[in-house]
Structure formats: C-alpha cells, structure tokens
C-alpha cells in the first residue's frame, strides 16, 4: 500500500465551548482502501498558533474538548503523513458561560465562556425565587451573599443553561 492522500473527517463544522470536536484521519492508498500509518494532528487557530497536537493512527477517531474560554472564531485542523497533507476548518460559536460555587452563604459565579457574561440567575430558597441581574467579564468572578431566616434552605440557582442544586443549606440573616 502506497500512500496517496488524507481525509479529515469532523462529527461537526460548527461547534459550542464545552462540546467536544470528534475527529478520523483517514490514510488511503491508490485504491481508496485505508492505510494503518501515523499521522500528525495540528489544531490551529486564526492567529496559526498551535492549540492540540497529537500524533493518530489511520483510521482512529480522536476527540477534541472544546476549552469553554476558547475564543469564537475559525480554527483549522491539520493532518499530514509523509509528503501529504489536507486541512479543515470548523467554527466555534460565542457563548456565556458560567459556573456557580455555593460554600457557606457565599454563591461565586464565574464566567468561563468566550465573551462576557450578562444575564439574569434566578436564586430560588425554599421555593421562593430572587432574580439577580450579573455582568461578568471574560474570567470574572463575583460573590453574591445568600441570607435566610436561620435555617436549612434548598437552594437552587438557574440562568437557563447552568444549574446548581444543593439541599440542607444553612442561612443566616434576614432575606
């Protein structure tokens, strides 16, 4: 077998931060059939600054998780073996993100999407729920004080993509 050109194959061309990017590096001889050699992997963004490296065998999937702060924007995934080579492009969407932290009466929300982070978070304690509006830049943090009448509260808290839900916590102070 004689090694006569490279496909890449992506499981999506446009993707979210967080999602993982599934990729096959097919090697095909003169007669389309698949070559079990090593290839070199390269995932560039439009700077052509190297993000991934891997080196795959023909063939073999490998998968990709998106970093939640990677930059919106083309990339492009390289693929070469001996004195071939092919490209593909995929997108990666904008996207707010946020995590929450609940310890003590603190909830820290931090935004770890690619753009800056500007919606309201319901707050629901014992089934009553408190909108807050945050405003997070990229990387950002902010602690928001949870008080209660002095006693154990369910807690949920909600912006429509993340959720976090703890049971038994204890507050204190007034609502």
Same mark, same amino acid.
């Given at each position: 077998?004689?090694?006569?050109?490279?496909?890449?194959?992506?499981?999506?061309?446009?993707?979210?931060?967080?999602?993982?990017?599934?990729?096959?590096?097919?090697?095909?001889?003169?007669? /389309?059939?698949?070559?079990?050699?090593?290839? !070199?992997?390269?995932?560039? @963004?439009?700077?052509?600054?190297? &993000?991934? *490296? $891997?080196?795959?065998?023909?063939?073999?999937?490998?998968?990709?998780?998106?970093?939640?702060?990677?930059?919106? /924007?083309?990339?492009?995934?390289?693929?070469? !073996?001996?004195?071939?080579? @092919?490209?593909?492009?995929?997108? &990666?969407? *904008? $996207?707010?993100?946020?995590?929450?932290?609940?310890?003590?009466?603190?909830?820290?929300?931090?935004?770890?999407?690619?753009?800056?982070?500007?919606?309201?978070?319901?707050?629901?304690?014992?089934?009553?729920?408190?909108?807050?509006?945050?405003?997070?830049?990229?990387?950002?943090?902010?602690?928001?004080?949870?008080?209660?009448?002095?006693?154990?509260?369910?807690?949920?808290?909600?912006?429509?993509?993340?959720?976090?839900?703890?049971?038994?916590?204890?507050?204190?102070?007034?609502?």
């Amino acid at each position: 077998q004689v090694l006569e050109n490279i496909e890449i194959a992506v499981s999506n061309q446009n993707l979210n931060p967080g999602d993982n990017l599934d990729i096959r590096i097919n090697l095909l001889d003169q007669t /389309g059939i698949g070559i079990d050699e090593e290839a !070199s992997v390269i995932i560039r @963004n439009e700077d052509d600054e190297r &993000i991934f *490296e $891997k080196i795959a065998k023909g063939q073999e999937s490998m998968s990709y998780l998106v970093p939640t702060d990677l930059p919106s /924007g083309y990339y492009e995934i390289y693929a070469s !073996s001996g004195d071939f080579e @092919n490209n593909q492009k995929f997108f &990666i969407n *904008e $996207k707010a993100i946020v995590t929450f932290e609940l310890l003590e009466q603190k909830l820290t929300v931090t935004n770890v999407g690619n753009i800056p982070y500007d919606k309201d978070i319901e707050v629901e304690l014992n089934g009553r729920s408190f909108v807050k509006k945050v405003k997070l830049e990229l990387g950002e943090s902010k602690k928001l004080t949870l008080m209660g009448a002095n006693e154990e509260y369910n807690v949920l808290i909600n912006d429509g993509d993340t959720e976090l839900a703890q049971s038994g916590v204890m507050l204190t102070g007034y609502s």
